[in-house]
């Protein structure tokens, strides 16, 4: 079963915010909640992440639910090269390293 | 930096044939990764390397095989390649430190394989 639930698509006007929705039921106390984004014929890239308290950096924000169940990455001013398949994941330490457990991914589409 | 790089860029096999994946990451990171993404699916963990000398299977590891000749190359083998192996194939690497605050992934440009 996926770790990582979101919806499939998303749509936004330019210039306006976007909060991008995913639900992690099953989290564990040491899990990390990261996001990529995926733009066409590339590999991902990291976005943002996160243990409990909400982040912020140059591209976006994370804010995080209180119980860790869910977070949603906002993007404070969509630009057309913001359109993507955005990817909530999972960082899990295993062993000496860590497992990064990809959704299914939010494909965001802007509006001009 | 080049970052992560893998050859080739695209592949194109019948079934049966064999070939492997390379992936090479010049970030001095201990962790190496390798993933399969097919449409609507996200990406889904084949092997990876939490460090030099060890390789554990992922969530689809069957048909594959991995190699982590060293600390900055990781590749992937198909022995008898089958048309469900047709996919996007990523390379990734990390610092790892298990459960570390910052530990983040980064991906070479992906190799396009079709299995005819």
């Known amino acids: 079963d996926a770790k990582t639930t979101q919806p499939n698509s998303m749509e936004s006007n330019e210039e306006e915010p976007v909060h991008l929705p995913c639900n992690h039921s099953?989290?564990?106390?040491?899990?990390?909640i990261h996001w990529y984004r995926q733009l066409p014929s590339q590999g991902p890239e990291y976005v943002i992440h996160g243990l409990t308290s909400n982040v912020n950096n140059r591209m976006a924000s994370l804010a995080i639910a209180e119980d860790r169940k869910s977070s949603t990455l906002i993007l404070h001013r969509a630009t057309l090269r913001d359109a993507a398949v955005y990817y909530c994941?999972?960082?899990?330490?295993?062993?000496?390293?860590?497992?990064?457990?990809f959704g299914t991914g939010t494909s965001l589409t802007v509006i001009p | 930096n080049a970052g992560v790089t893998q050859t080739p860029k695209f592949q194109v096999l019948k079934t049966g044939q064999s070939m492997t994946l390379q992936c090479a990451q010049d970030m001095n990171h201990n962790s190496m990764y390798w993933y399969r993404q097919d449409p609507g699916m996200g990406l889904r963990l084949i092997y990876y390397s939490a460090s030099e000398g060890t390789t554990d299977k992922g969530e689809v590891p069957n048909g594959y095989n991995v190699s982590r000749l060293n600390k900055r190359e990781f590749s992937l083998r198909l022995e008898s390649a089958a048309p469900s192996q047709t996919s996007v194939y990523f390379c990734?690497?990390?610092?790892?430190?298990?459960?570390?605050?910052?530990?983040?992934?980064?991906f070479g440009p992906g190799t396009r394989l079709t299995v005819l």
């Open positions: 990734a690497s990390s610092e790892a430190v298990a459960g570390g605050p910052t530990d983040t992934q980064y």
């Open positions: 994941i999972l960082r899990v330490p295993v062993g000496t390293g860590n497992q990064f457990y």
């Open positions: 099953t989290i564990s106390g040491t899990d990390y």
